[in-house]
């Protein structure tokens, strides 16, 4: 009987993409021969969409579609850089986009649904997108996405393919793209200060105090006498609205000239920003790293345990 290693199993789990254990099995109805047991799992496991789909998504593109007044942003991940420069993915990813647009659907399941062909899958873009896991060997999703119809004009900017940005405006498209732009580049979380969510005040207003009382107890370990408690209520406010300044995008010193601000700029372009999105690819998908050997214990460890 041939001994089958880790590292066979490894190397037919990188040709097939099959699970580990299935991989092992192949090998050792196969005597071994790597040949044989790939045939076997392609018999066995046939398009590996369905194995796929559990795997996390986390590198990906973000893709814009304006036309006109309509337009939408979209995330669609993948699992890893490579797949992101697959011409077939990105085409999947771009015409998405337009889909959004022209179709306006309720949620990622209606996206998946619209009609559409490509690399011989159809007649559905889900049907494309399963077809081209099984042809890329990767699991890819769309993730979200947002549709923009209304009175306001649109500018869109992608820096690269990870990260888009989508302004909503009147006035100067140059000035509005230059927003785009300057959103990518410095992140901001809202319009103005006052657009900035409550949970991330408190939560700023938190770190202050903490530095405030960390400052008291090195004053009090010198000998120092403590400040007053209003001075120190009014160093906690001076964060908290340093911080304000920083996140909200009128407030903060324009990319291009940074003697001015954002708001500063749009009033002597006589352009008026109405809202922005933002999306960067992967934002908030906890990235899962793989210890291949440790899995293959693993596996094996549950094999025997259930023998």
Excluded: W
């Excluded at 590996?48 to 337009?71: C, H, L, P, S």
């Excluded at 230059?178 to 901001?188: E, F, I, L, Q, T």
């Excluded at 009033?267 to 291949?292: H, P, Q, W």
């Amino acid at each position: 009987m041939a001994v089958i290693t880790a590292s066979m199993v490894a190397g037919l789990r990188a040709k097939t993409d099959a699970p580990m254990m299935e991989c092992k099995k192949a090998l050792t109805e196969a005597e071994g021969n790597m040949e044989k047991a790939e045939e076997l799992l392609r018999v066995k496991l046939g398009n590996k969409a369905g194995k796929a789909a559990a795997r996390i998504t986390a590198e990906g593109v973000v893709t814009a579609f304006i036309d006109g007044a309509t337009g939408a942003l979209l995330e669609t991940n993948c699992e890893t850089d490579f797949v992101t420069k697959n011409d077939s993915f990105l085409a999947l990813a771009k015409v998405a986009a337009e889909l959004i647009a022209k179709h306006n659907p309720a949620d990622l399941a209606a996206l998946g649904a619209l009609a559409y062909s490509q690399d011989g899958f159809g007649p559905t873009l889900e049907d494309v997108r399963k077809g081209l896991i099984g042809k890329i060997g990767e699991n890819m999703s769309f993730r979200r996405f947002k549709r923009f119809a209304g009175a306001n004009k649109l500018a869109a900017y992608l820096h690269g393919t990870r990260i888009g940005v989508v302004v909503e405006f009147e006035g100067q498209e140059v000035a509005a793209k230059d927003v785009a732009m300057h959103v990518a580049a410095m992140k901001p979380v809202a319009l103005t200060s006052a657009d900035v969510p409550a949970e991330l005040i408190a939560k700023e207003r938190a770190v202050a105090a903490g530095k405030a009382e960390e400052d008291r107890k090195t004053a009090q370990a010198a000998g120092k006498p403590a400040q007053p408690a209003e001075i120190v209520a009014k160093r906690i406010e001076g964060g908290v609205q340093k911080f304000l300044k920083e996140v909200s995008l009128f407030n903060q010193p324009f990319v291009k000239n940074d003697k001015q601000t954002v708001e500063q700029m749009l009033k002597a372009a006589n352009t008026s920003v109405k809202g922005f999105s933002l999306y960067v690819v992967g934002e908030g998908i906890e990235k899962k790293v793989d210890d291949f050997a440790a899995e293959v214990a693993a596996q094996v460890a549950a094999a025997k345990a259930a023998s």
